[in-house]
């Protein structure tokens, strides 16, 4: 797959634990993105993702996606709790569904990219979700192969 990365952009993937299964998410930020800048339910989709308001990330108008679709019934909306990150069984399917992420944002279409996957994750689920000691084993079987 070929792929052009934004300058600027953070990309990082996780391990997850989801209801005792280990699930992969690749996280994607423009580093100027204010992930905890919230705003009102009504103003939700002004917040910018990879420097663009999310109504144009998304490629929605507002009947074809709520507040709920991406952020928690009660919660604050803000990036840092947007449900913006599919959950995959590998760490392959994860780094290229971000890829794929970074490719929907730019034809304006994540939203209906997003619809296709069953788990989607903020980085606020990331924290809570995260196993390090999948992550801790991952990075010593590359120092293993390194050495050898």
């Known amino acids: 797959m070929n792929a052009v990365i934004p300058s ?3 990309i990082h993937t996780v ?8 699930l992969y998410a690749t996280c994607v930020f423009g580093v100027n993105d204010d992930l905890k800048r919230t ?6 989709f002004e917040l ?3 420097n663009l308001p999310l109504t144009s990330v998304l490629g929605i108008g507002t009947s074809e996606c709520t507040t709920d679709d991406l952020w928690p019934a009660n919660g604050d ?3 840092w709790t947007a449900k913006l990150f599919p959950a995959c069984s590998s760490r392959k399917q994860s780094c290229e569904a ?8 730019k034809e304006n279409g994540l939203f209906t990219f997003l619809r296709g996957f069953t788990v989607l994750v903020s980085m606020e689920d990331v924290m ?18 390194m050495l050898s």
């Open 8 to 10: 600027n952009t953070f």
């Open 15 to 22: 391990t997850l634990l989801v209801q005792h299964e280990v």
């Open 39 to 44: 705003l009102p339910r009504s103003c939700a």
């Open 48 to 50: 910018e993702f990879l």
């Open 77 to 79: 909306c803000n990036l």
């Open 98 to 105: 971000a890829l794929l992420t970074i490719a929907a944002i």
């Open 128 to 145: 809570v979700l995260k196993t390090g000691t999948s992550m801790l084993d991952f990075q010593l079987g590359l120092q293993s192969k």
